[in-house]
């Protein structure tokens, strides 16, 4: 389990989950789920698009969800955000489709662009991946402060001069180089399970941002390594696991988080009676 190939999934999966749980937190606390969906699949798009003219597919990831995100930060200003959006994903799906139709590997490109690959991961790649990686998390750390104000007050963000439109497109920025770096190996659906579940049970868990980051990215790890051991030891697809345990994991989180209210509503009825 810990050899050959695998040490490649385990090592790579690692780092995925390090970034979808750091990016991950702050797609849910500014509620940006619905970007986070649609950048993905942009990616998903230019990587069928290098595919078919026969370039490293992480070119055309990083390309395509940069322009997903300036896009989606750009227009979104101008109009509705959520219609901005819902048009990114119709023609990024759309010219996705258009690319793969043309591809002389078309079944197992789908397969691989949408649902990953992890168990196919080589040495070679795991140098840019760990690259993006590291600069997803300077980024972040740079941004840590912005992001957190004119998400949690953004009155107060504005009274000190932080433009929020600056700010959102930089974390879009952000969330593309995320994409790249993860599409290749959990694919451009259950990247957006892996963003959502692990933080949004973090967040369940505290409502200290400095606690809930920390175990956003321990969750979204803990489910990663889960995945790639049950995917080794009954041979399913990793993705049925990661999409599994992070529903598992939210699920439990909120169990947890409710425990503490039910008993101090217990407590007030007895006193009251």
Partial sequence: MFSGFMLNAWESGTLVAIVAGIVGFFVVLRGSAFPAHAIPNGAFAGAAGANLIGINPLLGLGLFSLL????????????????VTALALVLMLALGAAFLSQSSAYEPEIYALLFGEILGVSSSQLVPLMALGVICAIAIAVLYRPLLVTSLIPDVAAAHGMSTTTIDTAFLIIVAMATTMTVPVVGALLIFTLMMGPPAAARSLSSRPSLALGLSVVIAVGVMWASIASAFQWNWPVGFFVGTYSAIAYAIARLISLRPRTRTRTLYRAHTH
């Fill in 68 to 83: 997903a995100a300036l896009g989606i930060g750009s227009w979104g200003r101008r109009g509705r955000p959520d219609v």
